[in-house]
């Protein structure tokens, strides 16, 4: 059983910055990838950022130039900086973890509202 605990969403003005975490219940080096998804209301669920193991992250074009996708081994924790935060940046973020059998494990999810 894998735990996977958000936090950092909040209410934020546009062109603020907000920094998430996503705490692990095991091992960083169990995954071969961390990534974080977004859900806006009535969309589907989207790929923010992902970190493999080894390699470079990777970034929707939406995003890219303003998030940060980082992971801390000795925390086992993957961030989300997010910089230059516009409305339609709103929605629930998402951690997931992905393990060396493609077994996908997901968090709560935590909220994330740009707006004046």
């Known amino acids: 059983q894998v735990d996977l605990v958000e936090s950092g969403g909040d209410l934020v003005q546009p062109g603020g910055s907000l920094r998430l975490s996503c705490a692990a219940s095991?091992?960083?080096?169990?995954?071969?990838?961390m990534a974080w998804y977004r859900q806006a209301p009535g969309k589907q669920r989207e790929l923010v950022a992902v970190?493999?193991?080894?390699?470079?992250?990777i970034y929707a074009d939406s995003v890219k130039g303003r998030f940060i996708i980082s992971r801390d081994y000795a925390k086992n924790t993957v961030n989300l900086q997010m910089n230059s935060l516009k409305p339609e940046d709103t929605a629930v973020y998402y951690c997931?973890?992905?393990?060396?059998?493609?077994?996908?494990?997901w968090g709560q999810g935590t909220q994330v509202t740009v707006s004046s």
């Open positions: 997931n973890a992905k393990d060396r059998s493609s077994q996908d494990y």
């Open positions: 095991q091992t960083m080096f169990s995954f071969v990838s």
């Open positions: 970190k493999p193991m080894s390699g470079s992250s």
